[in-house]
């Protein structure tokens, strides 16, 4: 069955039929044409009120800064992290114990994933966004025919893999709520153009658009939206021994038309957008976040 309608929304461009499954579209009332007059008297805001929010990878770089965003829109977010308890705890004393918690978990399979979503909705009680931040790329140039086995594996393992259950869970979750949500991967330009020396990052990037595409229309009835952000350079710690070093940086920036590497909070904005009511009318679209390098790569 298609989403339940919230009070304050209604459907648009279709008729309720027996026996059909139909997909339903809602728009909440003061973003409509019938009601210009809010947008003029209160302005518009990137507003998440009410809304839950899971962040994976969220005590640093992009992760953090999406959290906080978050937050700062009106959710209450569940965030994981690996290792560096220091920095989560830092991002939860920013963001509010009340409104955010973190969950300390290594995430490279269906299980794993499935923890995080629980411990969500323990705390919280629903699931109604998922973003999926957290993954690794080994900053070692690794050609094909010297790239280990186990580095293959564990890059599959944390960057699709739990990709898998964590999408899986949260759904699940949402179609129980029947109220729609929102799921945002976090691609890569690697994703579309491929990255030498670093086949396994760009293939578990690529499949990730792969899933976005497959996923937004098998999910559009139950009002579930599916994009992707696909960020190029960012100046984060996985980043860091790339960017730190000096012929590879220059490397890295003739090939970015804006000259410079992006802000987590210039990835986490668009992030944001995506699960907000703004974003009602996209689905399925690869939100290049780039300066311009995929153009140019």
């Not at 007059?37 to 962040?55: Q, R, T, W």
């Not at 290594?106 to 998922?130: G, K, P």
Request: aromatic share 6%; charged share 20%; with cysteine.
């Amino acid at each position: 069955m298609a989403a339940q309608l919230p009070a304050d929304e209604f459907p648009l461009g279709y008729r309720e039929t027996e026996g059909l499954k139909q997909v339903r579209c809602f728009v909440p009332r003061h973003l409509s044409s019938e009601n210009p007059a809010y947008m003029l008297k209160n302005g518009i805001s990137l507003s998440l009120s009410e809304k839950v929010a899971v962040i994976t990878g969220g005590s640093r770089g992009i992760g953090a800064a999406t959290v906080k965003m978050f937050v700062a829109a009106g959710a209450r977010v569940m965030f994981s992290y690996q290792r560096n308890k220091n920095a989560a705890e830092q991002v939860l004393q920013a963001c509010g114990k009340g409104d955010c918690a973190a969950l300390n978990v290594d995430l490279d399979d269906h299980q794993s994933a499935w923890e995080l979503i629980d411990a969500t909705v323990r705390r919280f009680a629903r699931v109604d966004a998922l973003v999926v931040n957290h993954g690794i790329w080994p900053p070692d140039d690794a050609p094909i025919d010297q790239m280990s086995p186990e580095q293959w594996q564990r890059t599959v393992a944390v960057n699709l893999d739990s990709v898998f259950g964590l999408v899986k869970h949260a759904v699940s979750r949402m179609k129980k709520q029947r109220s729609g949500g929102h799921v945002v991967l976090v691609s890569s330009t690697a994703g579309q153009r491929g990255e030498a020396y670093h086949c396994d990052y760009a293939a578990t990037k690529g499949a990730l658009i792969s899933m976005v595409k497959g996923l937004s229309t098998e999910l559009a009835p139950d009002g579930i939206y599916v994009n992707c952000v696909a960020p190029g350079w960012v100046d984060t710690d996985m980043a860091a021994p790339a960017l730190k070093d000096g012929a590879r940086r220059r490397k890295v920036l003739e090939n970015i038309p804006l000259g410079r590497p992006a802000t987590p909070e210039e990835i986490a904005a668009p992030i944001l957008f995506l699960c907000t009511e703004h974003a009602g009318f996209i689905t399925g679209e690869i939100f290049n976040v780039n300066g311009g390098a995929v153009l140019v790569g």
